[in-house]
């Protein structure tokens, strides 16, 4: 009887510790954090530029004088390229993580490639 009961012990403390020990652990970095910060800064710039290509249309086909075109295409260039700046302060970490996604797409073609080039010769033999 006793065996049961701490064996409902240890595995109730493990249970409970399982659960608790994200709480008062550290966090790993702020690598997450720059990333969240850096597609929210992607995301507003894409907005922006979004928002200057339907000024221009809506312009283009007469629904905004040219005097208030003008003043707003102002205003939304000034807070895409403000944006801009901003994303440039990450270049360094993008840079690294942009050139390492282009070396493993690259590997990944040459992969495909040479299976399509197997498979081709193949059809050709038969």
Do not use: C
Not at 68 to 84: G, H, I, P, S, Y
Not at 87 to 114: D, K
Request: proline fraction near 3%; charged fraction near 30%; glycine fraction near 6%.
């Amino acid at each position: 009887m006793w065996f049961i009961l701490l064996l409902t012990g240890v595995v109730s403390a493990s249970a409970i510790g399982f659960v608790i020990w994200p709480l008062f652990r550290r966090p790993l970095g702020h690598a997450p954090v720059v990333g969240e910060e850096l597609a929210e800064l992607m995301t507003r710039k894409d907005a922006a530029f979004q928002a200057v290509r339907d000024l221009a249309f809506d312009h283009s086909v007469g629904k905004i004088e040219e005097a208030d075109f003008e003043r707003f295409n102002q205003v939304l260039r000034r807070r895409a390229m403000a944006l801009m700046r901003q994303i440039e302060e990450y270049e360094p970490q993008t840079v690294q993580l942009e050139e390492t996604l282009e070396e493993e797409i690259a590997a990944s073609r040459r992969v495909e490639e040479s299976a399509s080039d197997e498979g081709r010769g193949r059809l050709r033999e038969e």
